[in-house]
């Protein structure tokens, strides 16, 4: 009987440190905890390029789709002949800079759905503290480009939206559309329409808002935007989850109240 | 500069006791050594009583004693395992009580009532558990029997409850509602909108079918030890028989587990798509393919634990040269299954690599591929149940000959459509892709049920070749029922911790912060040392109850009668 006991014994440990063996043996990534990105007034853009290049494989998650692969646009070497991130991201869109671009791609990333890719990356200014994606932004400019982001763009939050959540601690209400309680200043500042059509302006990616009056009362589309999750349009089933749900915390009552009144109005 | 320094004091005081410290090896590896072994421990006795019941069932009503036995045994090893449960269960509580005070407290503000319901029904559990055990053999006959198996049925009610409320604890902590913010505090949450959150009821659906193939391999286990213990050739054909059935309750649900998992991953990529692809596609992406090997070797071990055993069936000598192709087709699907995909890696090592993708392999690595392989092993593994089962009858229905077509072609249309819409899915968009994973599993789920519904009816009346020999099976079939159980246990124990993985630096994701010095998400290495720590705890502790469940069993095996207890040599059923 002894003997059978060591064998059965030595089944169960060799298959565990086989499973072990294995796992041990394969890349050892380890996922890590956002740390605070330090950038002093005199960072260089080589110390910038150097702690994004370490955003964009670590923390950042970019590689996960980002890579060369076919998820999402290539951004390290070349993109269907038009070169790396760094060579085309200034004529991505006309009248705006590569910083500009980038940017508006972390901050809005529905905003530039280049064809042939589903909308899944996530707001990474949610995500990444600004220095972060700030550092981020200069390594993708130095992938075939010029890096021109410095210090002075980091407490700016953004070159384009004064919106911005930001990753280490969010925008306040008053800030919010520099407390605006205009409905167009807030639907720009929320960046509606990188996804939502509205008075014929803005993208289709996201229900129409143009008629939303007529379909939905101010209880349903104040509900909406306060809980994103809490009913989804018929036929945009495959987007739940993409509007952003820091709205409620990012607008005061009174630019809320004025954004739900408005979009109730467009019968 | 005031302001800052009351901030100051106030994040100092904030953090103040907000985790312990645990000697050696530290606050984060003794929770999840805690919360591992008494999941396992758990898993076990929510699983054993759903086929105790059904095996007490066939008994009654199929008036068949041995399956009463069975049933009465397989309890006798759940009253075992309970108490050391209950005793993890113990440990875990007070380890985040003493480890993680401040998330404890959370927790505790969100979800106090429904612990106050699960210590009552804990009792309400455990006191089922033994009047279920202790009145098997006086409430055995009659009207009271069936008394006695509706004690069962209120156990599995229980245990189910239990499960479900422990559960909402845990998926609270992956995908709290949407209108919860850090800034929420928990008093004002309403218990029932905490607890039907997005991921709760998949949890308790893929847990109620994991714990029934856990259970089923962990009793294989069992049984594979008492038949290479086994005295008699009575105790040998019992032990047999025991951990053929666990085995097959194992893998039967394994078949069903998949699908389970797709909805849960669903539903966790509709939740938040970022912490999807960090599962699916981030620093968790290599995790799948160390899952894959598993399955593979689940697969393999199963099949040929089914292939051995046909070793004891006359007739079955006819099917044997099929188990080759039968083993081709598992180890290719084994194969594809594991092929990498989208790894994640740097930058340097991506552009070395050509791309995420092996330039040739990468097509193997895609979910079209993949699925395509395990849905062919799922009906390979079918197939080779279906020759085990036939092995010693011979169909005497007249239309036995077409019904055996009929049959082929069924395996060869499931075949069909999953190659079909496997290689359709190298040419659409992901979207469409995905939903062709439906079409592939119904056809395979189809071709099991029909070509099953066709084999019972034609098995009817048939000839017998014999009776299974129970009892006659080499030792190595049993030393596989082990592997087949380690390997349970440590694929338990990786899909515990993808889960868990996922939230990240999250004690609830993106409301409570880990900011304890292990708020790092370990890499796989390490969390192989952990589950293979737990998985080594677990067998230790389940050998050791179960070594003390049986001091005080006495044998009912002799080496020659009791014909109802033990059937060596007789039994033609599966």
């Not at chain 1, 929320?190 to 939905?216: E, M, N, W, Y």
């Not at chain 2, 606050?27 to 008494?38: G, N």
């Not at chain 2, 649900?253 to 912490?275: C, K, N, T």
Request: glycine fraction near 10%.
């Amino acid at each position: 009987m002894w003997a059978t006991n060591l064998k059965v014994v030595a089944i169960v440990l060799g298959t565990l440190a086989l499973y072990t063996l294995i796992a041990n043996k394969i890349p050892q990534v380890e996922s890590e905890v956002p740390q605070t990105l330090t950038l002093g007034a005199n960072v260089t853009p080589e110390q910038l390029v150097a702690a994004g290049e370490k955003v964009f494989n670590g923390i950042g998650g970019c590689t996960t789709c980002h890579g060369l692969g076919t998820r999402a646009p290539n951004l390290l070497t070349d993109e269907k002949g038009t070169g790396a991130i760094g060579v085309r991201c200034g004529k991505r869109e006309a009248g705006k800079t590569c910083k500009q671009y980038l940017y508006e791609s972390l901050d809005q990333p529905t905003a530039y759905i280049v064809a042939g890719y589903q909308p899944i990356m996530p707001v990474m200014t949610k995500q990444l503290s600004p220095q972060q994606v700030w550092a981020v932004i200069a390594f993708l400019e130095s992938q075939g480009g010029t890096v021109d982001v410095s210090a002075s763009d980091i407490p700016a939050t953004s070159p384009t939206s004064p919106t911005s959540a930001g990753g280490a601690g969010g925008a306040g209400g008053a800030a919010f559309a520099g407390g605006s309680t205009d409905p167009k200043a807030i639907i720009q500042a929320a960046g509606c329409l990188a996804c939502h059509k509205l008075d014929g302006q803005g993208q289709v990616i996201a229900p129409d808002l143009t008629h939303v009056g007529s379909r939905r009362s101010a209880e349903s589309i104040r509900r909406k935007i306060l809980d994103p999750a809490s009913s989804t349009a018929k036929g945009y089933e495959r987007l739940a989850g993409i509007m952003p749900k820091a709205f409620g915390t990012m607008m005061n009552a009174a630019q809320l109240e004025a954004l739900v009144q408005y979009l109730a109005a467009h019968k | 500069m005031t302001e800052h320094l009351l901030l100051g004091l106030q994040a100092a005081a904030d953090t103040t006791r907000a985790y312990g410290e645990f000697p050696l090896i530290g606050a984060r590896a003794a929770v999840w050594i805690a919360a591992e072994v008494h999941l396992m421990f758990a898993a076990f006795v929510l699983g054993v009583p759903m086929f105790a019941v059904v095996a007490e069932a066939i008994g009654i009503f199929g008036k068949d004693q041995r399956y009463d036995r069975l049933a009465k045994e397989f309890t006798r090893l759940l009253l075992v395992a309970y108490s050391a449960t209950a005793i993890w269960g113990a440990v875990l509580v007070f380890f985040l009580a003493t480890l993680y005070p401040k998330f404890w407290a959370y927790l505790t503000a969100v979800f106090g009532p429904s612990m106050w319901a699960y210590a009552g029904l804990f009792f309400c559990e455990s006191f089922t558990l033994y009047l279920y055990y202790y009145g098997w053999d006086r409430w055995k006959y009659g009207r009271p029997k069936l008394g006695h198996w509706s004690l069962g049925l209120l156990l599995n009610l229980w245990g189910t409850i239990v499960m479900f409320i422990a559960n909402s604890w845990l998926t609270y902590m992956m995908t709290p509602p949407r209108d919860i913010t850090p800034t929420t505090d928990p008093a004002t949450i309403k218990l029932w909108h905490a607890i039907a959150n997005a991921t709760w009821m998949p949890i308790n659906v893929h847990r109620l079918i994991a714990n029934v193939v856990f259970g089923g391999a962990i009793v294989a286990a069992y049984a594979s030890y008492r038949f290479l213990a086994a005295k008699t050739d009575e105790e040998r054909a019992h032990y047999d028989w025991m951990g053929y059935v666990g085995n097959f309750i194992a893998i039967s649900a394994l078949i069903v587990l998949p699908f389970a998992g797709y909805w849960l991953g669903r539903e966790i990529y509709q939740y938040d798509q970022s912490m999807g692809i960090t599962m699916m596609g981030g620093f968790m992406s290599w995790l799948w393919v160390i899952q894959a090997f598993l399955i593979a070797v689940l697969f393999l071990t199963g099949n040929y634990y089914l292939w051995i055993g046909m070793g004891r069936i006359p007739g079955a000598e006819r099917f044997r040269p099929y188990t080759k192709y039968l083993l081709i087709v598992l180890v290719l699907g084994a194969i594809v299954w594991g092929t990498p995909h989208t790894m994640i890696a740097d930058s340097k090592e991506l552009a070395a690599m050509g791309g995420s993708h092996h330039p040739f392999l990468g097509a193997l690595g895609v979910m079209s591929a993949k699925n395509t392989a395990v849905n062919l092993m799922i009906l390979t593994t079918f197939l080779s149940f279906l020759l085990y089962r036939r092995a010693n009858t011979r169909p005497v229905v007249p239309w036995a000959k077409s019904g055996t077509m009929i049959q082929g072609a069924m395996f060869a249309l499931a075949a069909g459509v999953v190659l079909f819409y496997g290689i359709r899915g190298y040419f659409v968009e992901a979207i469409v892709r995905i939903g062709f994973s439906v079409y592939q599993v119904l056809a395979v789920l189809g071709c099991i049920v029909a070509v099953t519904v066709i084999d019972v009816l034609m098995g009817r009346g048939a000839q017998s070749l014999g009776a299974i020999q129970w009892g006659k099976m080499p030792p190595r079939s049993q030393y596989a029922l082990f592997i087949l159980a380690v390997t349970f246990t440590w694929l338990m124990g990786l899909m515990g911790f993808a889960r868990s993985g996922i939230r990240q630096y999250w004690h609830v994701w993106q409301v409570v912060q880990d900011t304890s010095k292990y708020a790092a998400t370990p890499a796989l290495g390490y969390a192989s040392k952990m589950i293979s720590l737990c998985v080594l705890i677990f067998l230790t502790l389940v050998g050791f109850v179960f070594w003390l469940g049986g001091l005080a069993e006495k044998s009912t095996f002799v080496a020659t009668g009791d014909r109802e207890g033990g059937g060596g040599g007789r039994h033609v059923g599966h």
